[in-house]
């Protein structure tokens, strides 16, 4: 089944306790993204990566980080959790960056809890 | 920063009735607009999207009309149902621009 996998669901930690959020895909896909979906500012691009080891800056970087070693992998690091980024984040997937080939496949979302 | 705004925030519709969700870009560059659909619990998923050539896109029940000249663009749920109770996201885009922005979304409740 074609799909994208995140990692934790649900995670509570403490502020400045290093975590990873893992992303998988399996759709051979060329560009990955995470975004965070906070009520009333509706989704907002993290980083995006548009091939292995080919990564940039999104919307609201500050506080992530992100590596692209392998096509199929897309982790998201919090080096310094802080209340902040208590959030919903999301990975998407999708062959092109945009157009009709740019359709986002979504993970099933992990919900932060930073205390 | 690039803004896609989306109104209304939250719109309640009775079973049968009209469902109208707006959006408006800024980037004339932008050559691809999609709507996505979230599902409470769920990721967000492409429900349809339009080119700029056309006016307007209809799959099903669900059209999008565009407007290029006013920069904007909108989504009619005909005949809204239930099942239709969703989290409603406009996007805007394309290839050459490299990524998707997103509205801030809008919660849709059709009451039976």
């Known amino acids: 089944e074609a799909q994208v996998t995140q990692n934790p669901r649900y995670l509570i930690t403490v502020t400045g306790k290093k975590l990873t959020v893992t992303c998988s895909q399996n759709m051979n896909h060329e560009y990955m993204s995470w975004y965070r979906q906070d009520p009333g500012l509706g989704l907002r691009q993290i980083y995006y990566s548009m091939n292995v080891e080919v990564t940039d800056k999104g919307d609201v970087p500050e506080g992530y980080k992100v590596s692209r070693k392998e096509k199929r992998n897309f982790p998201l690091i919090l080096e310094s959790p802080s209340p902040n980024q208590t959030s919903l984040y999301f990975c998407?997937?999708?062959?092109?960056?945009?157009?009709?080939?740019?359709?986002?496949?979504f993970g099933p979302g992990t919900r932060l809890t930073v205390t | 920063q690039q803004q896609v705004k989306q109104s209304p925030q939250s719109l309640i519709v009775q079973k049968g009735g009209i469902s109208i969700i707006n959006c408006a870009y800024e980037?004339?560059?932008?050559?691809?607009f999609p709507w996505y659909q979230q599902f409470p619990g769920k990721g967000p998923a492409l429900l349809i999207a339009?080119?700029?050539?056309?006016s307007e896109k209809k799959e099903g029940r669900f059209t999008i009309s565009f407007n290029k000249s006013a920069k904007q663009f909108s989504l009619h749920i005909m005949d809204s149902q239930p099942g239709d109770s969703a989290t409603y996201f406009c996007a805007a885009g394309g290839t050459s621009y490299g990524k998707l922005t997103f509205g801030q979304g809008t919660i849709l409740t059709v009451h039976p």
């Open positions: 980037n004339t560059a932008f050559d691809y």
């Open positions: 339009i080119r700029p050539d056309v």
């Open positions: 998407a997937s999708s062959f092109l960056a945009g157009g009709p080939r740019g359709e986002q496949y």
